[in-house]
T-cell receptor, first 112, second 118 residues
Framework: GESVGLHLPTLSVQEGDNSIINCAYSNSASDYFIWYKQESGKGPQFIIDIRSNMDKRQGQRVTVLLNKTVKHLSLQIAATQPGDSAVYFCAETNQAGTALIFGKGTTLSVSS | DADVTQTPRNRITKTGKRIMLECSQTKGHDRMYWYRQDPGLGLRLIYYSFDVKDINKGEISDGYSVSRQAQAKFSLSLESAIPNQTALYFC?????????????????FGPGTRLTVT
């Protein structure tokens, strides 16, 4: 069935370090992936997306890498800041392309 | 003002009660969604609607129903609440998804409703 998962439920880093959050997906037919950030007490917010015809996409301080061979997605955050502390979700489109399937989330904690 | 609003923000109810959660949006999107979030399980899709006349079941629709009263309003009902429906509920909206034309599938989420069923 369709499912999206993450390797680690929690990640702790020091301020200024680079963070890498990983996600594995099972549907090899998925053609669109998206990362969301959820801060405490708020709804998820869009960070960055990537289509399956790309391997890498960069945003402001964030980079998403897609490895279709091993069905792996990662989010890299450069120079992590305390404000980056949140739960990060990866998501992929379902087979019909009508909805998003979310992974279970990784909690990123940034210490000063 | 927030683009996506949910009411109530918090609700405690008893087993067997009927409860409705409401969602309104000012983004002008046709597509609206209801998700449930439980600790360690991420977000799971309950129902989604692509327009007023189009309602679709998601991954976990049993025990829930929805109503799309207008383009801007999408409500979720629990006809007879049970304790395992205790969760955080999110409404979201999105524009038409077309990766081929470069449009993202960004969904805009409301602040959530924390529901407790005792």
């Amino acid at each position: 069935g369709e499912s999206v998962g993450l390797h680690l439920p929690t990640l702790s880093v020091q301020e200024g370090d680079n963070s890498i959050i990983n996600c594995a997906y099972s549907n090899s037919a998925s053609d669109y992936f998206i990362w969301y950030k959820q801060e405490s007490g708020k709804g998820p917010q869009f960070i960055i997306d990537i289509r399956s015809n790309m391997d890498k996409r960069q945003g402001q301080r964030v980079t998403v890498l897609l490895n279709k061979t091993v069905k792996h997605l990662s989010l890299q955050i450069a120079a992590t800041q305390p404000g980056d502390s949140a739960v990060y979700f990866c998501a992929e489109t379902n087979q019909a392309g009508t909805a998003l399937i979310f992974g279970k989330g990784t909690t990123l904690s940034v210490s000063s | 003002d927030a683009d996506v609003t949910q009411t109530p923000r918090n609700r405690i109810t008893k087993t067997g009660k009927r409860i409705m959660l409401e969602c309104s949006q000012t983004k002008g999107h046709d597509r609206m969604y209801w998700y449930r979030q439980d600790p360690g399980l991420g977000l799971r899709l309950i129902y989604y609607s692509f327009d007023v006349k189009d309602i679709n079941k998601g991954e976990i629709s049993d025990g829930y129903s929805v109503s799309r009263q207008a383009q801007a309003k999408f409500s979720l009902s629990l006809e007879s609440a049970i304790p395992n429906q205790t969760a955080l509920y999110f409404c979201a909206t999105s524009d038409f998804f077309s990766p081929q034309s470069g449009r993202t599938y960004e969904q805009y989420f409301g602040p959530g409703t924390r529901l407790t069923v005792t």
